[in-house]
Every structure is written in C-alpha cells, then in structure tokens.
C-alpha cells in the first residue's frame, strides 16, 4: 500500500509538471502571439503614415507645382533612407511625370535695339543659345522622364526653382550707357508649374508600401479654371 501511495503522489506530482509547463507554454505562446500582433499592427500603421504623404498626391489634377513637390519628396526619402536606383531597395520611391504636348525649357528673348528707330526688336533665342545667354543645358521634350532614369537631369531642374522665374540681363551698352542689347529669361520651371497634370498610376511593394507614381501631363483642364 505504502508503495502504491508513492507512486501516486510520484504521478500526481508529475501530472502537475506537465499542467504547468502547458500553462506555462500556452502562455508564453500567447504573449509571443501578442507581441508579434502589437508588431504587425504598429509596422501597418507605420506603412499607412509613410503611404499618405504620397497618396496625398493622388489626384485627378493638379499643377505642376504639385509634382515638383512629390518628386522633391522622393528625392529626400531615397537621400534618407541611402537607398539607390535598384530593385533590391524596398524603400526607394520612383516618381516619373509624361509630358505630352508641350516642351520644357527656359525660355530666353534677345531685346536689341533698332538705333533707326529707337526700339527694341525682339527675337526668341533658340534651343543652343539659351546656354550662351543664361539658359540651362537641358530640354524636356514631350515623352516620359522619371527619377530613375533621369536623375540628374530632374536634380538640375528642380534646383533651378531657386533661381528667378524671370530674370532681365544686360549684354550691350553704349558709350553714353544705352542698352543696346538685353535679354529676359523666362525659366522653364515657371512654365511647369502652370502645367495640369493627373496622377495615372501608384504601385505598392510586396508589403504594401508605395514604391512608385506616375503622373501624366492633362490638356484643356477646366481644374483652377
């Protein structure tokens, strides 16, 4: 008899080990479920915070100005997050924009004086003087231009919206100080800001996250009247 108690209390005694590790195991099991839950929940709301400042941007017209603010945007998160032109970078943003009726370039008209009759006659310079006379050497004409393909060209664009978007230069005087020649150039910035344009594509990555919008030029919009 004395045997047999012992070997119940030996099982008893062992059942209840195994109930507590159970509970125990259940229990960790579930907090570790939490955890990871709280984890998936705080890195979706992270995705939500970082997708809405691009969606904002997701309109079905907008000015120029706009998508010089979206690709600004981009150019800061990519610099942020040191991530480069390539797939293997989950947190490069691309943006591209499609001009499709017009070209894109500083403008720059040559004001020369006519010494018979005391005017000035004015003259459109063309696409190869503009860098002779302050323009920039560059020129979108109309096709599509992205940040991943055209990097460098839409960093020397968008850095030209810190110059004036109207400038007048002086290039010939006279003796007795007539100008006899100036010029007045009309930035190319300037003229894309006043464009209308529609965003026509977002794509996410496998986690959700925005990885690219396009935008495309929109003619005879009634949008800013």
């Known amino acids: 008899m004395e045997n047999a108690a012992k070997g119940l209390l030996i099982a008893g005694g062992m059942l209840l080990a195994v109930i507590v590790i159970s509970i125990f195991i259940y229990g960790y099991t579930n907090i570790t479920h939490l955890a990871e839950a709280d984890k998936n929940e ?3 709301k992270e995705i939500q915070e970082y997708n809405q400042q691009y969606l904002a941007y997701n309109k079905s017209a907008m000015y120029g100005t706009d998508v010089i603010s979206i690709l600004n945007l981009a150019l800061s998160n990519n610099k942020l997050n040191n991530v480069q032109n390539s797939h293997d970078d989950q947190l490069y943003v691309n943006v591209s924009f499609k001009l499709k009726f017009d070209s894109i370039q ?3 008209y040559v004001h020369t004086l006519n010494t018979r009759t005391n005017r000035y006659e ?3 310079a063309n696409t190869s003087k503009n860098a002779q006379y302050g323009g920039l050497n560059f020129e979108f004409t109309p096709g599509e231009y992205s940040l991943k393909n055209h990097l460098e060209e839409i960093k020397a664009f968008l850095e030209s919206s810190n ?3 109207e400038k007048k230069e002086v290039i ?3 003796q007795n100080g007539t100008v006899l020649k100036y010029t007045i150039k009309y930035s190319g910035i300037a003229d894309f800001k006043r464009k209308t344009f529609k965003c026509s594509k977002v794509e996410y990555d496998e ?3 925005i990885k690219s919008l396009k935008f495309e030029q929109i003619k005879g919009s009634s949008y800013g009247g």
């Open 42 to 44: 705080q890195l979706l």
């Open 106 to 108: 500083d403008t720059v």
């Open 122 to 124: 004015v003259s459109k």
């Open 163 to 165: 110059d004036l978007e």
């Open 172 to 174: 010939d005087t006279a």
């Open 207 to 209: 986690f959700g996250r």
